[in-house]
């Protein structure tokens, strides 16, 4: 157990169903990140939450949307994806405030779009 | 050329053997560098840092070649369990991300 908790593990998802990725982290770190992987690609970062501060939003497509209620929740609210978007979504978490830190992840959530 | 670049394999090792693996990086202002493992359809855990001088961990060493702009990996007497995919990751000096390798995947046959 890393600390880092996602729900769901797996997500089969039509394009015009709307749905929710949770993460909860019991580490009392303070920066929590949204990762893609896709197959046999590098893991892309998506969103960073520093001190529940949007920090980083890497040109992710409007479809997905941030929440960051308090240091410790983190959720992907998700809609009308395309069958592109079906990767694993890592949630992850640092102790917030430096660079280059050591990332905790969890889980993941498996989504396939169809 | 992409920021950074491994080989993705696989390198299919029998146990006990020693094995290596770089990886390259084209931005000279990256300063932090790591080596995360991901084993089959599970999250990425640190593996190690990898400091200037080198360091070592166990069975592990990491090395970096700044001039060269590479770091390595180097896993001795290799164990079933060492079977996983290893991750790049470096850190741009100033910049809040960390930018990761598409991974090399290992192989431990017995």
């Known amino acids: 157990e890393t600390g880092v908790t996602q729900t769901p593990r797996h997500l089969v998802m039509g394009m015009t169903n709307k749905k929710s990725l949770k993460c909860e982290q019991h580490l009392g770190h303070n920066a929590m990140y949204w990762y893609k992987q896709s197959a046999k690609k590098p893991l892309e970062l998506m969103f960073v939450?520093?001190?529940?501060?949007?920090?980083e939003n890497n040109s992710v497509p409007s479809r997905f949307s941030p929440e960051c209620p308090n240091s410790s929740h983190l959720f992907l609210h998700l809609h009308t994806l395309q069958p592109e978007d079906s990767a694993l979504y890592l949630c992850?978490?640092?102790?917030?405030?430096?660079?280059?830190?050591?990332?905790?992840f969890g889980s993941g959530t498996q989504l396939s779009v169809l | 050329r992409k920021e950074v670049e491994q080989d993705p394999g696989p390198f299919n090792v029998p146990e006990g053997a020693t094995v290596a693996f770089n990886c390259t990086y084209s931005?000279?202002?990256?300063?932090?560098f790591f080596w995360y493992r991901q084993d089959c359809r599970k999250e990425p855990k640190l593996l190690m840092s990898?400091?200037?001088?080198?360091n070592e961990d166990g069975r592990f060493t990491a090395q970096l070649n700044r001039a060269s702009q590479y770091i390595s990996l180097l896993i001795r007497d290799s164990k079933l369990s060492d079977s996983a995919t290893y991750l790049c990751v470096v850190n741009i000096r100033g910049n809040y991300q960390l930018i990761w390798g598409a991974g090399t995947k290992l192989i431990i046959k017995p």
């Open positions: 939450y520093n001190f529940k501060e949007q920090t």
């Open positions: 992850a978490s640092s102790q917030g405030g430096g660079l280059g830190e050591k990332l905790f």
């Open positions: 990898v400091y200037s001088s080198g």
């Open positions: 931005n000279s202002a990256s300063q932090s």
